[in-house]
C-alpha cells in the first residue's frame, strides 16, 4: 500500500498544505485559483512591508520633534481603514500604517504616502491596460467583462464610462505632447505617411499626417501627428514649420515615404538638406497596379531584383532590365518606376545595417495596423478629436516596443560626414 506524504509549504501570507497525491490530481482551474489568491496575498504583504518601511523612515528624519518632556511628537497612530488596490495580480487589500504629529497646529507634519496615494484605487499597470484594451478594439459594452476576466471579480468597478475619461485624458496629452520642446533633439532618418480614417459624425475621411523619427543614437520615436488636409503640400508646410520652431533645427539626413506625399515639396523648403527615399512597398504596388494580374508575380519578383540588389551597379541594371522587359507593351507601368528612379535608390548612400530600415515605410504601417482593426470594430471613431487622441495614444503604446536601428554605431561617422558607398563607409584617408 503507497504511503502518502504530506508536504508543508510557506509562502509570504499564505500557508498552503495537501498531499502529493492530491496535488497531482487537482483540476486546473482550481490550481489556477489557489496560485492566485497566493500571489494576491503575497503582493498584499509585500506592500504592506514597503508601506511600513516608509513610515519607518519618515518618523526617523522627524525624530528630533520632541515635547518639553522629551516624548516624540511624531509617532505611529494604528492603521488606516482597510482598502482594496486593483492590480495586475488582482484585487489586493491593503492596510495602511496611520501617522499622528502631537505638535502646534501650525507646525504639524502630516505623512504622505508616494508607494499609495490617499486616493488610488488602482495601479499604473491598470492603467495602461485600459487603453490597450480599447485599442485592441474592445468594445465599450465588453470593457468590464473583458476586465473580470484578466483581473477577477474586483474589476466590476470599471464602468466602460472610463473610457469617455480616458479620451477626454489622451486629448489632453496629445495638446501638451504637440507642444514639448524639440531643441535638444536630432534626427537622423524622417519616415513619413498620410493615414485616413472614418469618422462617424463627418462625411469626409480623416487624414493624419504622421512622423517617425530615429535619433542620434539610432532610437525610433514618435515626432509628429497632425490632422491635415489629405496630404496636401501646405499641411505637410504646416506640420514641418511648426517642428521647426520648436527647437528642430537641424534637417534629417534622409525621410522615405510615399511617392505621392505633398511632404516632398513641403520638406524641401524646410529642411532642404534633407534627401528622398521612396517607400518600395507603396511603389511596387503602384507599379503592380498598371499590369494584368497574370504578371504580377514575375513583375514583383523583378522589382525585388532591383532594391535588393547588392550594389547600386547591379541595382541600376536590374532597373533598365524592368523598364526594357515591361516599357513596349505597359508603358504606364515603365513610367510610374522610372520617374523616382533616384529617390528610389538614395538608399544606397547609406550605412547597409539601415537598409532594412530605409527602403520602406513599414515601422509607420505595423504600427498604424491596430488603429484600423480597433476602426473596425467600431466603424470608425465619432469625432476627428477621438480619432487623433487614439492615434496619439496608440502609437505612445507601441513606440516603447520599437527597436533601436540595426547598426546603430554607424551614426555617428554618418552624421560626421562620412561617405557611404553601396552601404559602405569609406576611408577618410583614401586617396
Known sequence: MRQRTRVRREVPGASVTRSTESASVLPLEEACSVLDEVVRRGASRMLEEALEGEVEAFLERHAARRDAQGKRLVVRNGHLPERTLLTGAGPVAVRQPRVRDNGEEEQRVRFSSSILPPYLRRSKSIDELLPWLYLKGVSTGDFTEALQALLGPGAKGLSPNVVVRLTEQWSGEFQEWSRRDLSEKQYVYFWVDGIYFNVRLEEDRQCLLVVMGATSEGKKELVAVQDGYRESKQSWYELLVDLKARGLQIDPKLAVGDGALGFWAAVAEVFPETR??????????????????????????????????????????????????????????????????????????????????????????????????????????GTRRACLAMVFKLAQCAERRWRYLNGSQLIVPLLQGIRFVDGLMQDQNAA
Open 276 to 381: 528622398q527615399q521612396r517607400c518600395w512597398v507603396h511603389k511596387t504596388a503602384n507599379v503592380l497596379n498598371q499590369l494584368p494580374k497574370g504578371l504580377h508575380g514575375r513583375a514583383k519578383s523583378d522589382l525585388h531584383q532591383i532594391w535588393m540588389a547588392e550594389t547600386r551597379t547591379r541595382a541600376e541594371k536590374a532597373f533598365d532590365t524592368f523598364l526594357e522587359k515591361y516599357g513596349a507593351k505597359y508603358p504606364k507601368a515603365a513610367e510610374c518606376l522610372a520617374k523616382d528612379r533616384e529617390a528610389l535608390l538614395t538608399f544606397y548612400d547609406f550605412p547597409a545595417e539601415h537598409w532594412g530600415h530605409l527602403r520602406t515605410t513599414n515601422p509607420i504601417e505595423s504600427t498604424f495596423s491596430t488603429v484600423r482593426h480597433r476602426q473596425r470594430k467600431t466603424r470608425g471613431n
